[in-house]
């Protein structure tokens, strides 16, 4: 699955295909808000519970797809 489909919907604002290195830095709506509607929809999509330290370290586009490669699952920007 592309994470583009989870995220891309949540940055409407944006008028491009989100990177690997896009975070809160590089994004301007990416704010707070923004990130817990980011945990929830990457919950949702893959349905999955994220701990508390991978919530810490989800820092961009890039680390979301980290996360998720490291519980075996078939994710790309």
Do not use: Y
């Not at 008028?15 to 830095?25: F, H, T, V």
């Not at 994004?27 to 929809?41: E, G």
């Not at 991978?54 to 586009?61: H, M, N, Q, T, Y």
């Amino acid at each position: 699955m592309k994470i583009q489909s989870v995220l891309g919907p949540l940055f409407p604002e944006i008028q491009r295909p989100l990177n690997a290195e896009d975070s809160p830095l590089t994004l301007w709506p990416w704010d707070s808000v923004r990130q817990v509607d980011v945990i929830l929809a990457v919950e949702d999509a893959f349905a999955v519970e994220l701990t508390t330290a991978e919530i810490a370290d989800l820092k961009s586009v890039g680390s979301v797809v980290d996360i998720l490669r490291r519980r075996g699952m078939d994710v790309e920007v």
